[in-house]
C-alpha cells in the first residue's frame, strides 16, 4: 500500500488504482505474421523484476486516466510517474 | 536410517534430559562440482533433492538456499492440502501429491502432523453453486473424493458458520473433500531436509545464487555467495523469486510475483475442526493445533517483492470472517506476514525442462504450492533426472505459453485469488 501521485489528479492512495503490468509492451504491428513463439511472449512473458520497474496504472476509481509508474518493486518506492506517450525517464 | 526416530529413541534421550539429539542435518561447505543442484531449500526444493536421491539415486547434489530452510513461502503459508481441482492434469498433479502425504510421516520417520480433517469450500451464489457441483463430477470421474453439501448440511458439518438468508452473501452450499486437511509446514521441510541429508545430499544454508554460468546452451554452474560450484544439472524452485534467477539465465517466465498474505489470531480452545474456504468472498480459516486460527488472505494486484502486503487486503478478508462467523468478533489478531507467489496466467504450476540445456524450472505454485510438496519435488526429481517430464507433469511444461494448451485453474478450480 503506498501513494500514487496520479498526473491529472495529484496524490491518492493505492486503492484508487489498478495495476495494468509491465509497461512498454508495444503490441505486433501485423499480428497476422506473428510466430507462436512471438505471441506467446507479447502475451505471457514478462520481466517481472526485483527492482525498478517500469509499469502501468489506472486510476480507475478516480480519473480512469492509464499512465505510466516507475517503482522500485523490492520497497514499492516510486520514482517517476509519467503520461502515456511520453518518454520513460533515464533509467535511476 | 541412523539416529532412527521411535518411542524407544524417546524413552532413551529422556534418561539423559533430551541434550543428546543429534543434529538431524550437517552443515557443509560446497563441494566444487555436483551432479545436480536444487536452488531454493523449501519444501519443493528440499523434495526434490529427497526424491532424487531416493528413487534416482543420484546422490551427489545440493541444495543452496539464500537464507535457512523452510523460511520462504514454506513457513508462510496456510497449510492447507486438498486435491479437489477441476482438470485433469491438475487433478493427476495434486492427487498425486495427496496420496504421498497419506504416508508421509512413515516414509520420513519423521511426524508432518498430517491431518485429513476435510476441505470444504462454500458457494455464496448460483454460479458457484454451479461451478462447484459440476467440480465434484469433474473430482468424481478423476477418483477423487468429493462430496455437495447443501446449506443444512453445511450448517451440521461446521456449525459456528453463519447460514442465516440475510447475510450479504448467504452460503448457499459447499462442497466437501474429507481426505483433504492440513500439515505442519515447518516440519515437512525438516523432514524432507534431514531424510535428504541421510542419503548424503548437501543442504548448504545461507548461500545465495547471484548467476547462472551458461556454455552455449549448456548450464554449466552457478555463482553463489559462498563461491563457484559447477554443475550440468541445475533445478530451480525459488518460488516468487523464480523470475530473478531465469533473468540471470536470460529467460523470462510466465510469471507475476505478488505479495501474499495470512494472519493468526490469539490462540483458543478448539472450535473449528476443518478448514473452510470461500471463494466468492475470500476467506479462509482453519485452527492450527496450538489454537490459532489460521486466515487466508489475497493477494495484492501490483507485481511487490515486499512480503508484507496491504492492508486493505486484510481488511476484506476479516469483514467477510466477521460475516460468516460472528462468534470471531472479539478476537485478536496476533501476527500478519506475506510471502512473495509466482502466479502463471493460468494459475496453473510450470515444472518442466527448459531452452537451456540442463536447467529446469519448478514455479509458478502461485497462490497454493504447500498441498503439492511431495508431489512436486517427486515429479520434478524425475523431470531432472530423466530430462524428460513424468506424464502426470507433462502437460505443466513452459510451452504450453506458446502452444495454447494452457491448464486454465484460476476459479474453476475453488483456487483462492
Request: charged share 25%; aromatic share 8%.
Amino acid at each position: 500500500m503506498f501513494i500514487i501521485n496520479c498526473p491529472y489528479c495529484g496524490e491518492r492512495d493505492q486503492t484508487e488504482f489498478s495495476s495494468g503490468g509491465e509497461a512498454h509492451i508495444v503490441r505486433p504491428k501485423q499480428p497476422t505474421e506473428l510466430s507462436d513463439d512471438e505471441w506467446a511472449e507479447f502475451l505471457f512473458m514478462r520481466k517481472n523484476i526485483k527492482g525498478i520497474q517500469f509499469e502501468r496504472w489506472n486510476h480507475s476509481h478516480g480519473c480512469r486516466k492509464w499512465f505510466n509508474v516507475v517503482r522500485d518493486t523490492s520497497n514499492d518506492k516510486i520514482h517517476a510517474v509519467y503520461k502515456m506517450g511520453e518518454k520513460p525517464p533515464a533509467n535511476k | 536410517m541412523k539416529n532412527k526416530y521411535s518411542i524407544f529413541s524417546l524413552i532413551k534421550n529422556a534418561f539423559s534430559g533430551h541434550e543428546n539429539w543429534q543434529r538431524a542435518w550437517r552443515d557443509p561447505e560446497p563441494k566444487k562440482e555436483y551432479d545436480a543442484i536444487i536452488v531454493g531449500g523449501g519444501g519443493h526444493g528440499l523434495a526434490t533433492a529427497y526424491y532424487l536421491a531416493k528413487k534416482h539415486k543420484m546422490t551427489n547434489i545440493a541444495v543452496v538456499e539464500k537464507g535457512w530452510i523452510g523460511g520462504g513461502n514454506t513457513g508462510r503459508n496456510t497449510t492447507i492440502i486438498r486435491s479437489n481441482y477441476l482438470w485433469d492434469a491438475s487433478a493427476g498433479l495434486y492427487d498425486h501429491a495427496l496420496k504421498i502425504w497419506e504416508s508421509l510421516s512413515q516414509e520420513l520417520n519423521y511426524n508432518v502432523m498430517f491431518s485429513q480433517r476435510g476441505v470444504m469450500n462454500l458457494a455464496h451464489n448460483l454460479q458457484d453453486v454451479r461451478d462447484l457441483k459440476r467440480r465434484t463430477h469433474a473430482n468424481r470421474l478423476n477418483g477423487i473424493d468429493a462430496v455437495w453439501l447443501n446449506t443444512d448440511e453445511v450448517k451440521k458439518f461446521c456449525p459456528i458458520i453463519n447460514t442465516s438468508p440475510d447475510i450479504r452473501y448467504p452460503v448457499l452450499g459447499g462442497t466437501l473433500q474429507k481426505r483433504a486437511g492440513t500439515a505442519r509446514h515447518d516440519a515437512v521441510a525438516w523432514g524432507y531436509a534431514r531424510g535428504a541429508d541421510q542419503l548424503g545430499v548437501d543442504i548448504i544454508q545461507n548461500c545465495e545464487v547471484k548467476g547462472i554460468k551458461r556454455d552455449g546452451d549448456q548450464v554449466i554452474g552457478i555463482d553463489t555467495s559462498k563461491g563457484y560450484i559447477k554443475s550440468k544439472k541445475i533445478g530451480v524452485v525459488a518460488a516468487g523469486h523464480s523470475s530473478v534467477i531465469a533473468n540471470m539465465a536470460g529467460l523470462k517466465l510466465p510469471l507475476e510475483s505478488k505479495p501474499l498474505q495470512a494472519l493468526v489470531s490469539e490462540p483458543v480452545k478448539p472450535i473449528i475442526d476443518t478448514v473452510v474456504m470461500s471463494n466468492a468472498v475470500h476467506a479462509y480459516v482453519s485452527q492450527s493445533d496450538k489454537g490459532e486460527l489460521v486466515i487466508g488472505a489475497g493477494t495484492d494486484s501490483y507485481v511487490s517483492y515486499t512480503q508484507k502486503g496491504s492492508h486493505n487486503i486484510v481488511e476484506e478478508t476479516l469483514r467477510a470472517i466477521l460475516e460468516l462467523y460472528p462468534i470471531f468478533s472479539r478476537m485478536k489478531m496476533l501476527r500478519q506476514w506475506g510471502g512473495i507467489v509466482d502466479i502463471c496466467p493460468d494459475a496453473s504450476p510450470i515444472i518442466s525442462k527448459t531452452q537451456v540445456k540442463g536447467l529446469y524450472f519448478n514455479c509458478g505454485w502461485g497462490t497454493g504450492g504447500f498441498k503439492a510438496t511431495p508431489g512436486s519435488g517427486d515429479l520434478f526429481a524425475h523431470t531432472i533426472a530423466n530430462d524428460e517430464p513424468h506424464k502426470l507433469n507433462a502437460a505443466f511444461n513452459i510451452n504450453r505459453f506458446v502452444s495454447g494448451d494452457l491448464v486454465d485453474e484460476h476459479g474453476a478450480a475453488a483456487v483462492a485469488h
